[in-house]
């Protein structure tokens, strides 16, 4: 998948748990690892938004595209 989520780097530059994150968004820790490991078919944008919020960051920080070589 070219689109590469780096919710684990903003977490790691956050010094945030990935349960904490999860509590804060209100939903499940398996379905932020879904999001986390690119194994979701989409994100809402208002997931997104609050994510940005809750890490004090941009929606680029978080998502980065890739091309395939």
């Given at each position: 998948m070219?689109?590469?989520i780096?919710?684990d ?6 010094k ?5 994150l999860?509590?804060?968004l209100g939903?499940?820790p ?11 078919k ?14 004090e960051?941009q929606?680029?920080d ?5 091309e395939?070589?």
């Amino acid at each position: 998948m070219p689109i590469i989520i780096n919710i684990d780097v903003m977490l790691a530059k956050r010094k945030m748990q990935s349960k904490e994150l999860a509590e804060k968004l209100g939903i499940t820790p398996v379905n932020l690892s879904i999001l986390k490991t690119g194994k979701a078919k989409g994100m809402r944008f208002d997931t997104l938004e609050a994510i940005c919020r809750i890490l004090e960051c941009q929606p680029g920080d978080i998502l980065e595209y890739r091309e395939h070589p």
